[in-house]
C-alpha cells in the first residue's frame, strides 16, 4: 500500500466491499487485508497515531481523503443494517405470537439404534465445525478502518463523527470484550489525531452529534 499510493485504492476498495458484504469468515479476512492495505496507502499506523497522516500533496492526497472520508460512512452504516435485522426479527417474532398454530401428528416415530446413536456423537466430536459468521471481528475490523481514516484526514475528520460516534458508543458496551477494547482504542486514537484533550472533552464538544445518532436510532 504504501509502495502503490494511490494506485493501489482499487484494491482497497474491493477487500471493503467484501468485508462489508457479510460476516463470514472471508469477509472477516477481507477487512483485516483493506486495514493493512489503507495503513500503507495513508501512511498511518495504529501504533503511532500522533505521527500518521504523512500523506503526499496535491492530487493523490486528495483522491485518498476521499476515499477515506466515504470508507467511514460506508463502514458506519454496519450498525444501522444491525438495528434494521433486530427490528425485523422483532416484528417476526410478534407476528409468529399472534398466529399460534396447532398440529396434530400421526405415524411412526424413527428410533436409531445404539451404535448410530454412538457413531453420530463420535462424528460430532472429531470434527468440530468453524464458524461461519464472525459479526463481533466484523465490527471490531470495521472500527479499525475508521481508527485509520481517522488518521488520513485527522482534524478534518470532525465532521464524521456524525456518522462514526454511534458505532464507537455501541460497540464500547458490547458483551465482547474484544469488541469493546477495540471501540475503545478507537475513541483514543480519534482523540489523538483531532487534537483533543481527552475522549472525554471530545465527546463534550460533539454532544450534538453523538445525540443525533443516538435519537436516530432509537427513531
Aim: aromatic share 6%; charged share 20%.
Amino acid at each position: 500500500g504504501s509502495a502503490a499510493g494511490d494506485a493501489s485504492l482499487y484494491a482497497v476498495e474491493w477487500f471493503f466491499d467484501v468485508g462489508r458484504g457479510s460476516a463470514s469468515v472471508r469477509a472477516t479476512a477481507a477487512l483485516w487485508c483493506g486495514c493493512r492495505l489503507l495503513e500503507g496507502v495513508g501512511h498511518v499506523t495504529l501504533d503511532t497515531p500522533v505521527n500518521g497522516g504523512t500523506l503526499p500533496s496535491g492530487k493523490s492526497r486528495r483522491l485518498i481523503e476521499k476515499f477515506s472520508r466515504g470508507l467511514a460512512k460506508q463502514l458506519a452504516e454496519l450498525w444501522d443494517v444491525e438495528a434494521e435485522m433486530v427490528a425485523e426479527t422483532q416484528d417476526e417474532a410478534r407476528d409468529d405470537d399472534d398466529a399460534v398454530s396447532v398440529e396434530h401428528l400421526s405415524g411412526l416415530v424413527t428410533v436409531r439404534s445404539p451404535f448410530e446413536l454412538v457413531q453420530g456423537i463420535a462424528s460430532q466430536s472429531t470434527s468440530p465445525k468453524r464458524p461461519t459468521a464472525q459479526p463481533d471481528l466484523q465490527k471490531a475490523l470495521a472500527l479499525q478502518a475508521i481508527a485509520i481514516s481517522s488518521g488520513v484526514l485527522q482534524s478534518r475528520f470532525t465532521p464524521l463523527l456524525l456518522n462514526t460516534l454511534y458505532p464507537i458508543l455501541h460497540s464500547l458496551v458490547s458483551k465482547s470484550s474484544h469488541l469493546s477494547s477495540t471501540a475503545l482504542s478507537t475513541l483514543h486514537f480519534i482523540t489523538h489525531v483531532t487534537s483533543h484533550a481527552s475522549p472525554s472533552n471530545l465527546l463534550l464538544s460533539n454532544f450534538d452529534y453523538a445525540l443525533d445518532a443516538v435519537s436516530r436510532h432509537l427513531n
